[in-house]
Protein backbone atom coordinates (compact mmCIF):
# COMPACT_ATOMS: atom_id res chain seq x y z
CA UNK A 1 0.00 0.00 0.00
CA UNK A 2 0.56 3.63 -0.05
CA UNK A 3 3.31 5.52 2.51
CA UNK A 4 4.93 8.08 3.45
CA UNK A 5 8.38 8.34 5.70
CA UNK A 6 9.35 11.90 7.27
CA UNK A 7 12.27 13.40 9.37
CA UNK A 8 11.59 12.32 12.93
CA UNK A 9 11.78 15.33 15.01
CA UNK A 10 12.36 17.84 16.73
CA UNK A 11 14.20 20.04 14.53
CA UNK A 12 15.45 22.85 16.78
CA UNK A 13 17.08 26.26 14.32
CA UNK A 14 17.88 29.83 14.79
CA UNK A 15 15.93 32.42 13.21
CA UNK A 16 16.79 32.70 9.55
CA UNK A 17 18.13 29.57 9.34
CA UNK A 18 17.85 27.15 6.14
CA UNK A 19 15.07 24.22 7.01
CA UNK A 20 15.04 21.18 5.42
CA UNK A 21 12.27 18.23 6.32
CA UNK A 22 12.67 15.39 4.51
CA UNK A 23 10.35 13.19 3.04
CA UNK A 24 10.22 10.10 1.04
CA UNK A 25 7.09 7.88 0.05
CA UNK A 26 5.28 4.95 -1.57
CA UNK A 27 2.67 4.47 -3.97
CA UNK A 28 1.36 2.45 -6.80
CA UNK A 29 0.04 4.86 -8.79
CA UNK A 30 0.94 8.89 -9.85
CA UNK A 31 -0.43 10.30 -6.49
CA UNK A 32 -0.95 14.35 -5.47
CA UNK A 33 1.83 15.03 -3.06
CA UNK A 34 1.45 17.57 -0.13
CA UNK A 35 2.89 19.52 2.79
CA UNK A 36 0.39 20.60 5.75
CA UNK A 37 0.80 22.60 8.96
CA UNK A 38 -0.49 22.01 12.45
CA UNK A 39 0.15 25.37 14.51
CA UNK A 40 -0.43 24.92 18.36
CA UNK A 41 -4.31 24.57 19.55
CA UNK A 42 -5.27 24.10 15.59
CA UNK A 43 -5.84 21.68 12.96
CA UNK A 44 -4.03 20.97 9.92
CA UNK A 45 -3.89 23.16 7.28
CA UNK A 46 -2.81 23.15 3.26
CA UNK A 47 0.61 24.81 2.83
CA UNK A 48 1.80 23.66 -0.31
CA UNK A 49 0.77 20.77 -2.66
CA UNK A 50 2.51 19.30 -6.32
CA UNK A 51 0.09 17.29 -8.78
CA UNK A 52 2.73 16.06 -11.01
CA UNK A 53 6.51 14.89 -11.38
CA UNK A 54 8.81 17.45 -11.38
CA UNK A 55 5.77 20.44 -10.38
CA UNK A 56 7.52 22.48 -7.41
CA UNK A 57 4.89 23.72 -4.39
CA UNK A 58 5.06 27.02 -2.77
CA UNK A 59 3.70 29.43 -0.16
CA UNK A 60 4.85 31.43 2.76
CA UNK A 61 8.25 31.32 1.63
CA UNK A 62 8.62 27.35 1.87
CA UNK A 63 8.93 25.30 -1.15
CA UNK A 64 8.73 21.64 -2.51
CA UNK A 65 9.75 19.65 -5.45
CA UNK A 66 7.92 16.27 -6.43
CA UNK A 67 10.77 14.23 -7.78
CA UNK A 68 9.68 10.92 -9.00
CA UNK A 69 12.96 9.74 -9.67
CA UNK A 70 13.92 9.66 -5.79
CA UNK A 71 9.98 9.21 -4.84
CA UNK A 72 10.39 12.46 -2.75
CA UNK A 73 9.06 15.73 -1.58
CA UNK A 74 11.36 17.71 0.65
CA UNK A 75 10.07 20.73 2.20
CA UNK A 76 12.44 23.57 2.41
CA UNK A 77 12.67 27.27 3.42
CA UNK A 78 15.72 29.63 3.20
CA UNK A 79 15.18 31.94 6.60
CA UNK A 80 13.05 30.47 9.02
CA UNK A 81 11.17 32.74 11.21
CA UNK A 82 9.61 31.81 15.00
CA UNK A 83 6.52 32.12 14.06
CA UNK A 84 6.85 29.20 12.00
CA UNK A 85 7.45 27.09 14.85
CA UNK A 86 4.75 24.10 14.11
CA UNK A 87 4.11 20.39 13.31
CA UNK A 88 4.54 19.77 9.46
CA UNK A 89 2.95 16.87 7.77
CA UNK A 90 3.67 15.59 4.53
CA UNK A 91 1.09 13.29 3.09
CA UNK A 92 -0.25 12.19 -0.66
CA UNK A 93 -3.63 11.02 -2.26
CA UNK A 94 -3.43 8.42 -5.04
CA UNK A 95 -6.60 9.43 -7.22
CA UNK A 96 -6.10 6.16 -9.48
CA UNK A 97 -5.40 3.78 -6.21
CA UNK A 98 -7.11 4.14 -2.75
CA UNK A 99 -8.67 7.48 -2.40
CA UNK A 100 -7.66 7.78 1.44
CA UNK A 101 -4.99 10.29 1.95
CA UNK A 102 -1.95 8.97 3.48
CA UNK A 103 -0.04 11.32 6.39
CA UNK A 104 3.62 11.10 7.59
CA UNK A 105 4.05 10.87 11.04
CA UNK A 106 4.53 14.39 11.62
CA UNK A 107 7.77 16.62 12.22
CA UNK A 108 7.60 19.08 14.49
CA UNK A 109 10.01 22.47 14.18
CA UNK A 110 10.70 25.23 16.91
CA UNK A 111 12.71 28.27 15.69
CA UNK A 112 14.16 30.15 18.62
CA UNK A 113 14.94 33.61 18.25
CA UNK B 1 -17.47 29.79 3.59
CA UNK B 2 -17.33 28.46 7.24
CA UNK B 3 -15.05 25.21 5.81
CA UNK B 4 -15.15 22.78 7.98
CA UNK B 5 -16.71 23.15 11.55
CA UNK B 6 -16.36 21.10 14.40
CA UNK B 7 -18.50 20.83 18.13
CA UNK B 8 -17.55 20.68 20.70
CA UNK B 9 -14.50 22.20 21.07
CA UNK B 10 -13.51 20.96 24.54
CA UNK B 11 -15.49 18.00 26.24
CA UNK B 12 -14.98 16.22 29.47
CA UNK B 13 -16.34 12.81 30.02
CA UNK B 14 -16.80 10.00 32.60
CA UNK B 15 -16.01 6.39 31.47
CA UNK B 16 -18.63 4.48 30.24
CA UNK B 17 -20.56 7.74 29.08
CA UNK B 18 -21.79 8.44 25.44
CA UNK B 19 -21.99 11.28 23.43
CA UNK B 20 -21.54 12.93 19.75
CA UNK B 21 -18.67 15.14 17.83
CA UNK B 22 -20.26 16.80 15.41
CA UNK B 23 -18.49 18.01 11.61
CA UNK B 24 -20.14 19.93 9.08
CA UNK B 25 -18.68 21.41 5.76
CA UNK B 26 -20.49 23.33 3.26
CA UNK B 27 -17.68 22.99 0.33
CA UNK B 28 -20.12 19.98 -1.10
CA UNK B 29 -16.98 17.49 -0.71
CA UNK B 30 -17.56 13.81 -1.20
CA UNK B 31 -14.97 12.53 1.64
CA UNK B 32 -15.26 13.12 4.75
CA UNK B 33 -12.99 11.68 7.79
CA UNK B 34 -12.74 11.26 11.42
CA UNK B 35 -8.89 10.94 12.58
CA UNK B 36 -7.80 11.37 16.01
CA UNK B 37 -4.50 12.64 16.92
CA UNK B 38 -2.32 11.57 20.01
CA UNK B 39 1.33 12.61 21.07
CA UNK B 40 3.74 10.86 18.71
CA UNK B 41 1.20 8.66 17.29
CA UNK B 42 0.57 11.38 14.37
CA UNK B 43 -3.09 10.92 12.69
CA UNK B 44 -5.05 8.00 12.83
CA UNK B 45 -8.33 7.11 10.51
CA UNK B 46 -10.93 6.42 12.72
CA UNK B 47 -14.07 6.47 10.04
CA UNK B 48 -14.16 7.67 6.58
CA UNK B 49 -16.62 8.02 3.80
CA UNK B 50 -17.31 8.85 0.00
CA UNK B 51 -20.96 10.04 0.15
CA UNK B 52 -23.93 10.06 1.77
CA UNK B 53 -25.13 6.86 2.96
CA UNK B 54 -21.71 5.56 2.61
CA UNK B 55 -19.23 4.96 5.45
CA UNK B 56 -16.37 2.63 6.24
CA UNK B 57 -13.99 2.02 9.22
CA UNK B 58 -10.31 2.93 9.30
CA UNK B 59 -7.50 2.08 11.30
CA UNK B 60 -8.56 2.35 14.90
CA UNK B 61 -12.56 2.16 14.92
CA UNK B 62 -13.62 0.33 17.47
CA UNK B 63 -15.35 2.33 19.87
CA UNK B 64 -16.67 4.52 17.54
CA UNK B 65 -19.72 5.10 15.19
CA UNK B 66 -20.53 7.20 12.21
CA UNK B 67 -23.64 8.09 9.67
CA UNK B 68 -23.53 9.83 6.94
CA UNK B 69 -27.37 11.16 5.59
CA UNK B 70 -26.35 14.58 4.30
CA UNK B 71 -23.63 15.42 2.28
CA UNK B 72 -22.72 18.54 4.71
CA UNK B 73 -22.48 16.25 8.29
CA UNK B 74 -20.69 13.73 9.23
CA UNK B 75 -21.23 13.24 13.03
CA UNK B 76 -18.98 10.60 15.41
CA UNK B 77 -20.41 8.59 18.39
CA UNK B 78 -18.55 6.86 21.26
CA UNK B 79 -21.11 4.86 22.30
CA UNK B 80 -19.61 3.92 25.70
CA UNK B 81 -16.26 6.41 26.61
CA UNK B 82 -12.99 4.71 27.83
CA UNK B 83 -9.79 7.16 29.25
CA UNK B 84 -8.14 5.33 25.98
CA UNK B 85 -10.26 7.39 24.20
CA UNK B 86 -8.67 10.53 25.60
CA UNK B 87 -7.91 12.56 22.48
CA UNK B 88 -7.78 15.55 19.79
CA UNK B 89 -10.20 14.00 17.33
CA UNK B 90 -10.04 16.37 13.69
CA UNK B 91 -12.48 16.04 11.17
CA UNK B 92 -11.77 16.33 7.87
CA UNK B 93 -13.31 16.65 4.28
CA UNK B 94 -12.12 17.15 0.58
CA UNK B 95 -12.94 16.51 -3.19
CA UNK B 96 -11.93 12.45 -3.75
CA UNK B 97 -7.79 12.57 -4.04
CA UNK B 98 -8.02 16.29 -3.06
CA UNK B 99 -5.91 18.44 -0.26
CA UNK B 100 -7.69 17.55 3.02
CA UNK B 101 -9.60 20.58 5.21
CA UNK B 102 -9.39 20.27 8.45
CA UNK B 103 -11.93 21.36 11.84
CA UNK B 104 -9.87 22.94 14.76
CA UNK B 105 -10.62 19.86 16.42
CA UNK B 106 -12.41 18.57 19.82
CA UNK B 107 -10.39 17.93 22.55
CA UNK B 108 -11.69 15.03 24.41
CA UNK B 109 -10.98 14.36 27.62
CA UNK B 110 -12.41 10.64 29.60
CA UNK B 111 -12.11 10.13 33.59
Known amino acids: GDSVTQMEGPVTLSEEAFLTINCTYT??????LFWYVQYPGEGLQLLLK?????DKGSNKGFEATYRKETTSFHLEKGSVQVSDSAVYFCALSDPGGSYIPTFGRGTSLIVHP | NAGVTQTPKFQVLKTGQSMTLQCAQDMNHEYMSWYRQDPGMGLRLIHYSVGAGITDQGEVPNGYNVSRSTTEDFPLRLLSAAPSQTSVYFCASSYIGQEQYFGPGTRLTVT
Open chain 1, 50 to 54: ATKAD
Open chain 1, 27 to 32: ATGYPS
